[in-house]
């Protein structure tokens, strides 16, 4: 939490000069009460675009989750790198990766830009009920839950395939604890699955991640 309060303070002082002309004026027209409800107003805007951008990046979290659970790995929990939460190690394993993929693809510094363009886009003197626009919330959920579904694809087959096959065998020789028999070769499945598709995996997620950085 320290290290993020330092990057985000550390941050606004290298934009500041970027954007100081901007609010100059807008600043010295204003009194005490109204500069307050700019502040304010900032950092609802703020939040926002970074609530957006938070629930874009979960799917990747979301997608690690399911398949944990799909490919039969769920028996393992650590604590996850980007939070305080209990979860799985290939949630660690996939976010983490994420993250540093965005930053060696400098996705981060379309991130700066899209702070400083957000100044043109959303000005300080902006209506709340234009910055928190429901519609754009629903298309960024939407979005985020079809990043989901695409990256969960392959493992949703394996995992149907795979439980399918062993409600057979379990029909045929139902005296055999067949699921509990059957549990490390669900996990050796899935994660020989996962060794083939998480380049793949990776590469869809930064290119969804980077479209929708570049959507208006």
């Not at 303070?9 to 954007?19: T, V």
Request: net charge negative; charged share 10%; hydrophobic share 55%.
């Amino acid at each position: 939490m320290q290290a993020r309060i330092y990057v985000a303070a550390g941050l606004s002082l290298a934009l500041s000069p970027l954007i100081f002309d901007t609010l100059r004026d807008l600043i010295h027209q204003r009194n005490d009460i109204e500069r307050i409800g700019l502040v304010f107003t900032e950092l609802v805007t703020g939040g926002t675009i970074a609530g957006l951008a938070r629930i874009v990046f979960s799917a990747i979290e979301s997608a690690a989750q399911a398949i944990s659970s799909l490919a039969g790995l769920t028996g393992i929990f650590n604590q996850e790198v980007a939070s305080d939460e209990t979860g799985t190690p290939l949630t660690s394993l996939l976010s983490l990766s994420a993250t540093v993929i965005i930053f060696a693809a400098d996705l981060h510094v379309q991130m700066f830009q899209g702070l400083l363009d957000s100044y043109v886009a959303f000005p300080p003197d902006t209506p709340l009920s234009f910055v928190v626009d429901l519609d754009r919330v629903r298309q960024v959920f939407t979005a985020s839950f079809y990043i989901v579904l695409q990256l969960c694809g392959p493992f949703v087959l394996f995992a149907l395939i795979f439980n399918f096959a062993l409600g057979l065998l379990n029909k045929l020789v139902p005296n055999i604890p067949v699921y509990f028999i059957a549990s490390p070769f669900t996990a050796a499945g899935g994660l020989l699955l996962l060794q083939l598709l998480i380049k793949p995996t990776m590469t869809l997620f930064i290119a969804a991640f980077a479209g929708w950085l570049a959507w208006k």
